[in-house]
């Protein structure tokens, strides 16, 4: 399928998610972000979308208290605060069945670079920018890569 017959948010949504809970710890958030080349985590409470942690979210906690320290003091502060004091809530998301253009412009209007994609109140996947860019510019994503 072409990427310009894609014509939904569906279409190219990331749907291979790794979520985390509003109790875990950034230092947590950071080496899943580190390992897995991720930029923007959806944050789930009993089940439920309760905000959006991405990699701003964590450089600005670091950078706030720790600019002056060393790196093993910077990551004792990551061990202790909670994703919940820093995470976007509540998390600006877009439906499935959403055209890919008004995801855009919900990104560019409140200039974040990602939308949980939510099918009722279940996280079905994640868009990001790099997946609307890549829709732009035709390039073909394989299914691994989603």
């Avoid at 014509?7 to 875990?24: E, G, H």
């Avoid at 947590?28 to 959006?52: C, N, S």
């Avoid at 605060?81 to 008004?102: C, F, G, N």
């Amino acid at each position: 399928m072409h990427a310009m017959s894609m014509r939904f948010v569906r279409d190219i949504m990331q749907t291979k998610l790794v979520t985390i809970s509003a109790s875990d710890r950034l230092s947590t958030v950071e080496d899943i972000m580190t390992l897995g080349h991720v930029r923007h985590m959806p944050v789930v409470q009993g089940g439920k979308l309760t905000g959006v942690v991405s990699e701003r979210d964590l450089l600005r906690a670091s950078l706030s208290v720790l600019s002056q320290h060393r790196d093993e003091e910077r990551r004792a502060f990551l061990h202790v605060v909670e994703i919940s004091r820093v995470m976007s809530t509540p998390p600006i998301v877009i439906e499935p069945d959403a055209l890919i253009e008004e995801a855009a412009h919900i990104m560019a209007e409140k200039k974040i670079g990602c939308l949980p994609v939510l099918d009722g109140d279940i996280l079905v996947g994640m868009l990001t920018e790099t997946d609307i860019l890549h829709w732009v510019a035709g390039i073909e994503r394989s299914e691994s890569e989603r």
